[in-house]
């Protein structure tokens, strides 16, 4: 009976034991996805913006305009995020050359995805007729952006993501973890290891015209 109990403790505690484990790294991972860190100058030349706040897609423009990028996906373009590929010109006021970017394909407006996991997936696909691209910079928001790097490196590896934050905040404490976004966060980083086709996500148009 002792025997029993003891034996019961060990593997109790033993559970225990690889659940902190897994919930530190969980919270490593999740803290060190949000830090502001990206090369000054060296970025890759393909930017892709998540869509669900202008300030994402200005920064993109912006690196696209400096040439520190050549070409800018970007996901979720609908009215759901308030982006309408017609309105484009009409909310970001391009000039002569950026206006013709989207006709060159420099800009690419994707219109399914309203999800990060449908970010994702729209993003992959699209890379699927890009295949000399190997690394790609993915600008969203820093609350965002530990969830949203997660599922597009695991949708799109192995090609390589690098972390370009829209909303840099001096403010921004990353020890003062957001309990609703690491919960967002551990959610994704358990569903994006099963295969693509299990996730909770509408397949784009992307993908099926691909």
Known sequence: MIFDIVAMNTRLLSIMGV????????????????????????????????????????LGLDLLSSGRVDRLFITGA?????????????????????????????????????????????????????????????????????????????????TSVVRVVSDPSNEYDKFQIDLIEFSKFTATWVITFLPSKLWPATEPTICLDG
Not at 139 to 154: K, N
């Open 78 to 158: 609908n009215r759901t995020s308030g982006l309408i590929p017609a309105r484009f010109p009409e909310l970001f006021d391009p000039n002569s050359e950026q206006a013709n970017w989207i006709a060159n394909e420099r800009i690419v407006l994707a219109p399914d995805a309203h999800s990060t996991f449908e970010n994702a997936l729209e993003a992959a696909c699209w890379l699927e007729g890009e295949p000399k691209i190997e690394e790609v910079a993915l600008i969203t928001s820093q609350r965002h952006m530990a969830r949203a790097s997660v599922a597009l490196q695991q949708a799109i590896a192995p």
């Open 19 to 58: 659940a902190a484990v897994l919930l530190f790294l969980l919270l490593f991972d999740f803290v060190s996805r949000a830090d502001i860190h990206y090369p000054s100058d060296d970025l890759p030349r393909t930017a892709i913006v998540f869509t669900g706040a202008y300030d994402r897609i200005d």
